[in-house]
């Protein structure tokens, strides 16, 4: 078997690892969009690595657009395979890519006319224009490929692959994936001298010189305690592991804590000062959870009376989505069920998806909380938000997540930084930066090491890949990882390949 890893390779975004098995079949693991630059990202989404015609199938772990945004532009080019994820993940991906598409057609259509203005008298038959990389008519066509399977059911993709999701806790639907491979033996089918073998599912020696290679793709590994999701379940052991690591080198602070520097954000912005909290926040999952915090300080009669906004639509029918799935959300959710009808709304919330009323926040001078798309300020209503009001020493942009080094969202957190371009324009910073990373969906450096060790036997791991992380996170885990008993471990290349 080979393994070829095609994106998040030291670096956290656009997730693609591809399986060739001995038999012939294509699995690709993900199918991730690279994000975060804007149109500097566009040539590398196009060169995938790979041909979709050839490819078999995809083997989705959650529904985020650095893991899944690419569906589409494979369907777009001739893939007709399946696509397997939880039910949870094929739901959100209809909603999420559909979104993708739109803002594409967006973007593309800002770039070309910035492109007509720089190019006004162009060389015949010569275009500096792109287009979208695929239409919300291509979102529609992968739709009907995606097939379904729920959480600790093993199911065959061919008569030598079989695949089981484990909930990762990291996102609503999220899995890991465990993938057992009938093949020829590797070479170094030996750990410590001693011969280890995989048992077969059937229980019946083939007479072949074969075993069942067992390989687990992590996607991204979720908290050991977060509001609205389960811990990540253990998983069975694997050969060999791909592993994420986007915050290996760093802890987070505990669920309490948090939620107090959250509500010290609030007290001190919307009370003190009048002003107020711009929460850029990812739609599907951090929206969510916030909302659920504020729902809790509210039951509590903690959260000062001011209104609070969840400015996107996509966050609002994200939300529609969990409220869909309450059997996968966290016993804590479930027990605010029993005398809250709505854990993710309150009486000072409002869900706003009309574009008049987004703009008509930008000139109300009350206190209040907005919160909305994108997380790292790349894009979507929350850059509006943001570019009118940094500029007022009363208001203050609460970072609750992960920013990828070169987006707005990091570049706003650099210390002593007096003025940034928003939009083309220089805006003087005056709002008060602050972050709070325990809202993160990704498991710490402990949560992560912790977790693999209780799912698996270190010692009975062949190999493990290191992949979505910046290059010191990744070089930071791949230590600990070390230091729990994991050995012959890879921090891969884009285009590296391996054959196990």
């Not at 656009?14 to 098995?21: A, Q, V």
């Not at 915050?247 to 959250?262: A, P």
């Not at 000062?273 to 850029?280: D, E, S, T, V």
């Amino acid at each position: 078997m080979k393994l070829q890893f095609l994106g998040a390779t030291r670096e956290v975004t656009g997730s693609k690892h591809l399986i060739t098995t001995d038999s012939g079949h294509t699995i690709l693991l993900d199918c991730g969009m690279y994000q975060g630059k804007g149109m500097e990202t566009d040539a590398a989404n196009r060169d995938l690595g790979f041909d979709p015609k050839k490819l078999d199938c995809v083997v989705l772990s959650h529904a985020h657009i650095d893991h899944s945004g690419l569906i589409p532009y494979i369907y777009k080019l001739g893939f007709r395979g399946d696509i397997y994820c939880t039910p949870a993940t094929r739901d959100l991906c209809a909603l999420m890519l559909a979104d993708t598409a739109f803002i594409q057609e967006q973007d593309v259509r800002t770039y070309n006319k910035k492109i007509d203005r720089q190019h006004p008298h162009k060389e015949k038959g010569k275009t500096y224009k792109i287009e979208p990389l695929y239409s919300q008519r291509d979102v529609e066509g992968a739709m009907r490929h995606f097939v379904t399977y729920s959480y600790d059911r093993r199911f065959r993709l061919f008569d030598d692959v079989l695949l089981t999701f484990t909930n990762s806790g990291h996102m609503l639907g999220g899995a890991i994936c465990s993938l057992e491979i009938y093949e020829k033996p590797a070479q170094n089918h030996f750990i410590d001298g001693v011969e280890y073998k995989s048992s077969f599912p059937s229980g019946e020696e083939r007479g072949e010189a074969r075993v069942w290679k067992r390989l687990t793709y992590t996607g991204d590994i979720g908290r050991k305690h977060c509001h609205i999701l389960p811990p990540p379940h253990l998983f069975p052991q694997c050969d060999y592991l791909i592993c994420e690591s986007t915050y290996g080198d760093r802890l987070h602070d505990e669920q309490l804590v948090t939620e107090e520097q959250l509500l010290g954000v609030v007290e001190d912005t919307c009370v003190y000062r009048k002003g107020q909290l711009l929460i850029p926040s990812f739609s599907v999952g951090r929206t969510q959870e916030i909302v659920y915090v504020l729902n809790q300080l509210y039951n509590d009669g903690r959260l000062p009376h001011i209104p609070v906004y969840v400015d996107s639509p996509m966050s609002t029918n994200a939300t529609q989505i969990f409220r869909m799935y309450p059997e996968e959300l966290s016993d804590e959710v479930r027990d605010t069920l029993r005398f809250d009808a709505d854990p993710f709304g309150f009486n000072t919330l409002r869900y706003i998806t009309d574009i008049r009323e987004s703009k008509a926040l930008n000139h109300k001078d009350e206190p209040c909380i907005i919160i909305s798309a994108s997380g790292m300020l790349e894009a979507g209503r929350i850059k509006h938000h943001v570019a009118n009001h940094i500029s007022d020493p009363r208001c203050t942009i609460l970072i609750v997540g992960y920013c990828e080094p070169t987006t707005l969202g990091a570049r706003i957190q650099q210390p002593g930084l007096q003025w940034i371009s928003i939009f083309g324009l220089d805006r003087k910073i005056k709002a008060q930066i602050t972050k709070i990373e325990g809202f993160s969906g990704h498991g710490d450096w402990q949560e992560m090491t912790d977790y693999l060790t209780r799912s698996l036997h270190p010692e009975l791991v062949q190999r493990v890949f290191v992949v979505h992380g910046e290059q010191t996170a990744a070089e930071t885990y791949k230590g600990h990882l070390h230091d729990a008993g994991f050995r012959n471990i890879t921090i891969p290349e884009r285009g590296e390949t391996v054959v196990l």
